[in-house]
C-alpha cells in the first residue's frame, strides 16, 4: 500500500512544484486578474441564477442590499453617449469603448508606475474594467447586485475597480508628496 502513495506523492509535488514554477513566471496583471476574474464572474453568475430581476433584499436596511439588475448603459446606469451619438452607436457599444480607452491609460500608468504597490492596484483596477468588459460582449450589459446606501447597484469588479484607482492614486501621493497636481 505504501508503494501506490509514493508514486502519488511524487507526481503530487512535481505538479505542485511545476505549478508554482509558472505562477512565479506570471506578470502581475496576470496574477490578479487570474485570482479576482474568477470570484466577479462567478458571483454574478450566482446573481443570475439566485436573485431575481429587480427584487431588492436587504441585510442592512438602506446600507447593504442584493438588487439583480442587466446594466445596458453606462456608469451607474448613466447613459454618457453625447446626443450626437445617441442615433449612431447603442449605450452599451459607448461604454465598451470607453472601457477599453480607460484599460489603455491604466496600461499606459502601469508601466510608468515605480513601485510594486501601485502596479499592484493598477492591476486590480485593470481586472475590475475587464470583469465588466466581458459582461458587455457576453450579456450586452453588466450584471449588477451589491447595492451600498444611496448608490446604485454594483457588482465585485466595480469594487475592484474603485479600490484599485484609489489605492494607486493614494499610493502615488504618498511616494510623492511634493508633487504638484
Same mark, same amino acid.
Given at each position: ?17 511545476? =505549478? ?7 506578470? +502581475? ?13 462567478? #458571483?454574478? &453568475?450566482? %446573481? =443570475? ?7 431588492? &433584499?436587504? *441585510?442592512?436596511?438602506?446600507? +447593504? ?18 446626443? #450626437?451619438?445617441?442615433? !449612431? ?6 461604454? &465598451?469603448?470607453?472601457? =477599453? !480607452?480607460?484599460?489603455?491609460?491604466? &496600461? +499606459? *500608468? ?13 492591476? *486590480?483596477? #485593470? %481586472? ?5 468588459? !466581458? ?20 457588482? +465585485? ?8 484607482? !484609489?489605492?494607486? =492614486? ?12
Amino acid at each position: 500500500m505504501s508503494t501506490a502513495i509514493n508514486p502519488a506523492r511524487k507526481v503530487w509535488g512535481s505538479i505542485k512544484k511545476a =505549478t508554482a514554477h509558472a505562477w512565479n513566471k506570471l506578470p +502581475l496583471p496576470a496574477k490578479v486578474a487570474s485570482s479576482v476574474l474568477p470570484l466577479d464572474q462567478f #458571483s454574478k &453568475t450566482a %446573481a =443570475t441564477h439566485y436573485l431575481p430581476i429587480g427584487k431588492e &433584499t436587504c *441585510l442592512i436596511e438602506d446600507a +447593504l442590499c442584493f438588487k439583480h439588475v442587466l446594466n445596458e448603459k453606462g456608469t451607474w446606469g448613466i447613459d454618457f453617449r453625447p446626443d #450626437s451619438l445617441k442615433d !449612431i452607436i447603442s449605450s452599451n457599444s459607448f461604454e &465598451t469603448n470607453l472601457l =477599453t !480607452i480607460y484599460l489603455g491609460i491604466i &496600461t +499606459l *500608468l502601469y508601466y510608468k508606475a515605480k513601485t510594486k504597490l501601485e502596479k499592484f492596484f493598477l492591476s *486590480l483596477a #485593470s %481586472a475590475g474594467i475587464i470583469g465588466n468588459l !466581458i459582461d458587455r460582449f457576453v450579456n450586452s450589459g453588466v450584471i449588477d447586485f451589491i447595492k451600498i446606501g444611496p448608490w446604485p447597484p454594483g457588482n +465585485l469588479a466595480d469594487g475592484f475597480g474603485v479600490v484599485g484607482l !484609489i489605492g494607486f =492614486t493614494l499610493s502615488y501621493i504618498l511616494r510623492n508628496p511634493d508633487h504638484k497636481a
